[in-house]
């Protein structure tokens, strides 16, 4: 019986090693062409905290794209290639980077290196093995940089919101702390909450990682994953709350030194902790009640 590309086994490291031949002058092509913007940009704006994300979405969707590689090797075994549209994205890839690298239009630049990728992929082995390696190609849309006008129309709301939060979570916990705008003034100090701390980058950086812990841990259950994406946004909301409360306190108890200084990138671990967690004990939550669900479907149908 002839085995389709969908149940046919991935091909061992063997296989990887006889296909490098194949792929060494593309990864050189892309080295060459790629290099000096990830440079330009790690010595920009990924060096600023509003985009300091953007180094660790690449490294993260390189990863799954090495981890899918196996299964896209096996997705395009006896598969043509899709020449038209892989030529057709191609020339579009090549003619946003010229255009970004020529005039400094970054998310130009830095959305071409995504165009390239899917164009090789499907140059190379076909359409089917692009559905494989579909999630890793969408996970680089967050680390493109937003235009300012959209990042300032939508940062100002959600920095009111988290101030608001903040002032009166903390007033009730019997804090000495008022709010006016998105200043927030506790005992002797004043502090603003800015950009980075409650923006609309910090809120995509969450979300991507929400959507990276449900591709590795990949749930079976519908209702388990739609569910969880659905709260990865509250969940961000809260992360974002949850720093900005700590750097308060941190200025409060120690001084307007503590609060910019060091403690200030620690408040930002404290973020990505504090999401980490809230989205695993959710999931945790979820599993349980996907397992209760399934227990009483099974003792009616008995």
Known sequence: ????????????????????PRWW?????????????????????????????????LGLALWLLY??????????AGVQPSYRSGWAVLVVGLLAYIAGRSQGILIFELGSFLWLLT?????????????VQWFPLFFMLFMLPLPGDIVSALTLPMKMAVSY??????????????????????????LMVADA????????????????????????????????????IPISFTANVIRVMTLTLITYYFGDAAGQGFLHGF???????SALVLIIGLDTLLQWIVALRQRRAKETSL
């Open 67 to 76: 981890r899918n590689w196996m299964p896209m090797l096996a997705a395009s």
């Open 267 to 273: 408040a930002g671990m404290v973020l990505f902790i």
């Open 119 to 131: 164009a090789t992929i499907l140059l190379m082995c076909g359409a089917r093995a692009l559905r």
């Open 197 to 232: 701390c409650a923006g609309l980058q910090t809120l995509l950086t969450l979300e991507s990682l929400g959507l990276f812990y449900l591709n590795v841990v990949r749930h079976t259950s519908a209702l388990r994953n739609t569910t969880l994406a659905l709260l990865i």
């Open 165 to 190: 939060v903040t002032e009166h979570v903390l007033y009730a916990l019997g804090f000495p702390i008022a709010r006016m705008g998105v200043i927030l003034q506790i005992g002797q100090y004043q």
């Open 1 to 20: 019986m002839e085995q389709t590309a969908a149940t046919m086994p991935a091909p061992g490291l063997s296989g990887l090693k006889a296909a490098a």
């Open 25 to 57: 002058p593309v990864v050189l092509g892309m080295l060459i062409l790629y290099v000096p913007t990830f440079y330009d940009m790690a010595n920009g704006i990924w060096s600023t905290e509003e985009q300091a994300h953007g180094p660790i979405i």
